[in-house]
């Protein structure tokens, strides 16, 4: 066999967190249908989210600053004027409700124990906009499984930009192309990925319909 038909050497995972090893998604709508009363504006939440961490992530305000903007966006957005005190009150209890949903899928802890057992480094890399994501971590008991927790809001930078990934790499002290970036965002962490130089794998935990780029592996 040439060398070129050899498998790739991997040393390292990195790993997605939210909807990857956390049920992200189950508890977060929950929390919100709780608290305006229905379910069906979930889609609006998450896009509003996605805009307001992306400026914690530049620098351009903290968590606690994002969290009050981004209930009151969210209640302007469907008709309804609210004041700080009250978004803040809504958050709190919103965050509440959620923190004390946090579930590991199934699967999670064996797939670690297995990683662990079979020598390769391991990194979380989440694009979660601050030190909250360390606290989920450890109190679902998995924080210990890994060697580096990497967060975008900490680097202002976020997958899919090549830096992160990198960054995940050097800490490990493994190259990129001898690291796997597993994730359940097609875009966000498996393109990410595989264009930052890392073998990529989209973990669609949904099923896939979608049309997969050569070079990603689909779970």
Do not use: Y
């Not at 307001?52 to 957005?77: P, Q, S, W």
């Not at 989920?136 to 499984?145: E, R, S, T, W, Y």
């Amino acid at each position: 066999m040439e060398e070129d038909d050899l498998p790739p050497r991997v040393q390292a995972v990195c790993l997605d967190v939210d909807d990857t090893l956390i049920d992200f998604t189950t508890s977060a709508r929950r929390a919100l249908s709780r608290m305006i009363g229905r379910d069906d504006l979930w889609p609006t939440w998450q896009r509003m989210t996605d805009e307001h961490v992306a400026k914690v992530i530049a620098g351009e305000m903290d968590v606690d600053t994002m969290r009050c903007a981004r209930t009151k966006a969210f209640f302007a957005d469907i008709g309804a004027r609210i004041d700080d005190d009250l978004a803040s009150a809504l958050e709190h209890r919103r965050l509440e409700e959620m923190n004390g949903a946090w579930a590991l899928f199934d699967d999670v802890i064996p797939c670690l124990d297995w990683l662990r057992a079979a020598g390769l480094k391991l990194a979380a890399v989440t694009n979660a906009s601050g030190d909250h994501q360390r606290a989920k971590l450890a109190d679902l008991g998995i924080a210990g499984f890994f060697d580096t927790i990497v967060i975008a809001g900490e680097l202002h930078c976020a997958k899919p930009d090549p830096l992160i990934f990198h960054i995940a790499c050097g800490r490990l002290d493994v190259p990129p192309w001898e690291t796997i970036h597993v994730g359940d965002r097609l875009e966000t962490d498996a393109l990410g990925a595989l264009h930052a130089g890392l073998h990529a794998a989209w973990l669609a935990r949904c099923g896939t319909g979608a049309a997969v780029e050569s070079g990603v592996h689909v779970l």
